[in-house]
C-alpha cells in the first residue's frame, strides 16, 4: 500500500513544509496541488470536505488533507497522510521551545518571510477563481456567497461564525423542494470504535488529571499536559486564532491565580508563549503544531529527554480528537448527503464555502500595504497577482511559489 501511494504522500509532505498562511490558505494550495496537478480528488469533493471540517471542532485544513488520504486509501492512509502532515511543523515547533531563550518574534529577523502574506493572498485569489463554477451558479447561491463574503470580512476570527453561515447556507437552499428527488439508501451498520475511543480517552484523561492534581502525585505534569491539550483540541472551534488565547489564559494567565494552591500546575512565561504565538506564523503546516512547543515548554524543568516527550504530547493530545471525529463522522456524512434534505444543502453550503473565502481574501489583503508609495508596496503587488496568475495560467508545483517569495525577501 505505502509504494502504491508513495507519490501521494510525498506530495502530503511537499505540502506540510511549503504551506504557509493558515488554514485558508492551505485549502487555496490543496486545490493547487490535490485537484489541478494530480487529480486525486475533484473540485466538488475539496470544497464538500473542507465544509464538512467546518462544522467539527479541531484543524479544519488537517482534517480535509485526512479525508483526501482517506479516500485515497482508507483508514491505513489517512493515518499515514495525518502523520506526515503534522510531523515536520511539529518537528519545528519542538526545536524552538528549545531555543526559545535566544529568540524574540518581535526584534528576530524575519525579513526572508516578509512576502509569505501576499502570496497566501495570491493562493486565496486562485482557489476563489478555481471554485466559483462549482459553488455559485443560480441566483440564491449569489445571494448566499455575497451575504457570506460581507460577514465573514467584518466577523472573521469569531470561533462560531464559519459554522453557523454553513448550516445557514444549506438550510436556505433547502427550503426549495424542486431539486434532486430521494435517493433510496440501504442502511448500514455504523462503526462506532472511533467515537467510544474518543469518549473514553476523553474521559479518562479528565479522571487521571485530576486525580494526579489532588493527590499531587509527582512528575504528574505529563498527565495534566495531555488533558489540557486533548480538551483544546476536542472542543475548539475557528482554528489556531482561537486555540492560541485558549493556551495562553491556560498555561500563562490561570497559573498564576492558582499557583499557591497548586504550586505543580502546568504552567508556562507568558513572553515565551507569546514568542511562540508570532514564530508559528512563519512556520509552514498546521497552526495547530503550536502544541509542540508549548508541549516542549511546559516539561521544560523535567530535562531534555521530558522536554521532547512533552512535545509528542502535545502533538498527539491536539491532532488525535479532530482525527477520530473526523474520521467518525465522515462515512455518517457520506451516507446522509444522499438524502434529497441533504443534498439540496449542499448547494448552499458550497455558496457559503465560496463566500467564506472571498471574505478570508478580503480579510488578509486589507493588511498588505500595496498604496503606501514604496517599493514594498510595488513588491506586494507584483507577488499577489504573480502568484495568483501564476496558479490560474501554469501548472508550475505550488512549492515553487513559496520557494521564490523566500528568495525575494532574502534579496529584496
Request: hydrophobic fraction near 50%.
Amino acid at each position: 500500500m505505502l509504494l502504491r501511494h508513495l507519490h501521494f504522500l510525498k506530495l502530503v509532505f511537499l505540502h506540510g513544509i511549503t504551506a504557509f498562511g493558515g488554514p485558508q490558505a492551505h485549502i487555496a494550495m490543496m486545490m493547487k496541488t490535490f485537484v489541478k496537478q494530480t487529480p486525486y480528488i475533484t473540485e466538488n469533493e475539496l470544497l464538500e470536505y473542507n465544509a464538512f471540517c467546518q462544522l467539527l471542532p479541531g484543524a479544519s485544513s488537517t482534517q480535509t488533507l485526512t479525508l483526501i488520504g482517506y479516500k485515497r486509501g482508507g483508514i491505513p492512509l489517512a493515518v499515514l497522510t495525518l502523520l506526515v502532515w503534522i510531523l515536520p511543523a511539529s518537528a519545528i515547533m519542538v526545536a524552538l521551545s528549545f531555543l526559545v531563550g535566544y529568540l524574540d518574534s518581535g526584534s528576530t529577523n524575519l525579513d526572508i518571510l516578509r512576502f509569505i502574506v501576499p502570496m497566501a493572498a495570491g493562493f486565496l485569489i486562485y482557489a476563489c477563481w478555481a471554485s466559483f463554477s462549482f459553488s455559485v451558479h443560480n441566483t440564491i447561491t449569489v445571494v448566499i456567497a455575497i451575504v457570506t463574503t460581507f460577514v465573514t470580512f467584518f466577523f472573521f476570527g469569531k470561533p462560531f461564525i464559519i459554522p453557523l453561515l454553513i448550516v445557514l447556507g444549506g438550510f436556505i437552499t433547502n427550503l426549495s423542494h424542486k431539486r434532486i428527488p430521494q435517493v433510496e439508501v440501504v442502511p448500514r451498520k455504523i462503526k462506532w470504535w472511533n467515537i467510544w475511543l474518543f469518549a473514553i480517552i476523553f474521559i479518562m484523561a479528565g479522571v487521571l488529571s485530576e486525580t494526579a492534581r489532588k493527590n499531587d502525585w509527582p512528575n504528574r505534569k505529563p498527565l495534566n499536559l495531555f488533558e489540557n491539550t486533548y480538551r483544546m483540541g476536542s472542543i475548539v472551534f475557528g482554528g489556531g486564532n482561537v486555540l492560541m488565547p485558549i493556551m495562553y489564559e491556560q498555561w500563562s494567565v490561570r497559573p498564576e491565580a492558582v499557583k499557591n494552591k497548586n504550586p505543580n500546575v502546568v504552567q508556562i512565561n507568558k513572553d515565551d508563549m507569546m514568542t511562540g504565538i508570532g514564530l508559528v506564523r512563519a512556520v509552514p503546516g498546521p497552526v495547530f503544531s503550536i502544541a509542540s512547543y508549548t508541549g516542549g515548554l511546559a516539561l521544560k524543568d523535567m530535562g531534555v529527554g521530558m522536554q521532547i516527550v512533552g512535545g509528542l504530547i502535545g502533538m498527539v493530545g491536539i491532532f488525535l480528537p479532530s482525527a477520530l471525529l473526523v474520521l467518525f463522522f465522515f462515512p455518517i456524512w457520506s451516507k446522509l448527503k444522499k438524502y434529497s434534505v441533504i443534498y439540496r444543502s449542499l448547494e448552499g453550503i458550497n455558496a457559503a464555502v465560496w463566500g467564506i473565502m472571498v471574505g478570508s481574501t478580503i480579510f488578509i489583503m486589507k493588511d498588505i500595504s500595496f498604496f503606501s508609495g514604496t517599493s514594498d508596496g510595488v513588491a506586494n503587488m507584483a507577488v499577489v497577482a504573480g502568484t495568483a496568475l501564476g496558479l490560474i495560467f501554469t501548472r508550475v508545483p505550488a512549492p515553487f511559489y513559496v520557494l521564490a517569495c523566500l528568495v525575494l525577501g532574502y534579496f529584496l
